[in-house]
């Protein structure tokens, strides 16, 4: 690894190697955080916070980093957390700990989970061992698409990643009416597309976020694209753009649960992190679409697409073959997302001082 922090390419370098096998209980909780911080997150916003202590992480939601008009509800939030608390529990397991997960312990709250990590302790779900290795791998690919289908034996692994009860994987390509559903998708991107440009607060937001080099873009071009974004309604663009992508994907797939409260989602996070570590596994690619999700009319028009009644649309995305992402997207290093003082464990309950927290 270099000297020097790059969080385009340092957080990605991890070596399995590396693992203080002989430190501290804590050193090597610490390391384990590393392959949690590479998670996939809304506008990649990353907000998470950490705290270790004996042989236990939690993980609070970090809700000065929350998307409040994209993402009023925290949904994309809570999945976002549940991605990294996926990718720590499968780190876990791979250097031999069982986890055992309480969720949300003090009440819907900034503590979204407590992981007690047992060395060499028996797990009650083991994880496929493959997803290990591609936690540095995975990728968002924003790409277009190749048109060919994915095979049945690799569509049964990503079904296998939603093994839950009360969570359902709904790809387009097994439905008896896909043709209508994937324009159904496509005219509800579109829409949603134009609502959120039209909104100057979701531009503004967007614009920030893009500004503060999120997306892995060199300083000046962020601050330029920042300036666009957030003065310029560019919706019809956008919408010809992701129309484009959309069609272009073999499937299109939606996670929905039975249950809409905060533990569902971060257990929808987990589901989506081992399909994206699946897809990543068979050079397959992925990418979370959430406009139809952030406008709450158009959610419930999802909810009717789905195939069975009653369930809560909690996440959407394609899924295909495309030439790979050739950058990382870049990453908060762990001094920024760690808990020190042993008193904020118990009573961190997210920031309350505006957006950025470093
Ligand atoms: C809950 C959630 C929602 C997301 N929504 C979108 C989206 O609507 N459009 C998009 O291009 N990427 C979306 N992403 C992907 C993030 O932008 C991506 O994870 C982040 O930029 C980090 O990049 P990486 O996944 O390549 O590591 C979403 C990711 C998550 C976890």
Redesign the pocket.
Known sequence: MSDRYDPKTTPWEIEEKDFPAKGESEEKLRFLLRYAI?A?????TQPWKFAVRDNEIRISADKTRWLKVADADQR?LH??VG?ALENLVIAAQHFGYADQVEYFPQGEDSLVAVVKLIPEGKTERPRDPVLFEEIPR???N?KIYDARPIPEAQMARLHACCDEEGFWFFPTNEAPNEAELRRRVDELITRGDAIQFADPTYREELGYWIGQG??GTPWLMAKITQLAVTYLNVGKRQAKNDSELLLSAPVLAALGSAVDDRKSQVKV?QI?ERIALTATHLGMAV?????ILEIPELKTEVSTLLPKENLFPQ?TFRLGYAEP?KE??PRRSLEQVLLREAASIRTYKGGQHGRASD
């Open positions: 590479l996939p997150s809304s506008h990649n994309e999945i976002s991605c995975r990728h968002t924003h999120v997306f996070g989506f990418h979370p679409m959430s406009q996440h992402e990382h997207t």
